[in-house]
């Protein structure tokens, strides 16, 4: 994966095109229960495609804002709040119902988004994380390492990527 690659993702009929560049943060799967609640609201949507995986994880990649971008479709997309209060925004494409990213209303410089939409060679899953909420007949595989919560391995990735963005890197 160098600097300048870009992988595509789109939403399942194809109207919204997302372009994500260079290297992501990280590649991770999500077990909190915001994301399964997440998931399974949007799948709840008509239409709608399978946000989280079988095992009741969330696959996403992590993009830092100025390497990814809607290139195709920006009407479509709307946000959706697991509630009124939440600091995160579901983005979906109202056009077949897909959700194809996740974002803050302010202040993370980073985007989450959703690995099943993206098309071609993908980055490589490097954790999963949040897995003390993940259901308890899931028997995780220890392909990479698995955390009951947020490493601080984490932390530190979104910090770095923070400076190297302000550093114009
Ligand atoms: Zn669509
Ligand atoms: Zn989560």
């Not at 789109?10 to 997440?38: F, H, M, N």
């Not at 490097?126 to 932390?155: A, H, M, S, W």
Request: net charge positive; glycine share 6%.
């Amino acid at each position: 994966m160098t600097r300048s690659s870009v992988i595509i993702a789109t939403c399942s009929c194809g109207s919204v095109e997302l372009k994500a560049s260079g290297k992501p943060i990280v590649s991770s799967v999500c077990y909190c229960d915001d994301c399964q609640r997440g998931a399974s609201q949007i799948e709840a949507l008509p239409n709608a495609r399978a946000v989280s995986d079988p095992d009741g994880g969330t696959a996403y990649i992590l993009y830092r804002k100025d390497r990814f971008e809607c290139s195709k479709g920006a009407e479509l997309l709307r946000s959706y709040k697991l509630k009124e209060t939440s600091a995160t925004n579901r983005v979906i494409a109202t056009c077949c119902n897909s959700a194809v990213f996740l974002k803050f209303d302010r202040g993370p410089h980073w985007i989450s988004a959703y690995r099943a939409r993206f098309r071609g060679e993908l980055p490589p899953l490097q954790l999963r994380i949040c897995t003390k909420f993940k259901r308890d007949d899931v028997v995780l595989p220890e392909d990479v390492p698995n955390y009951r919560g947020y490493p601080l391995g984490l932390l530190v990735k979104l910090l770095a990527s923070r400076v190297a963005m302000s550093v114009g890197r």
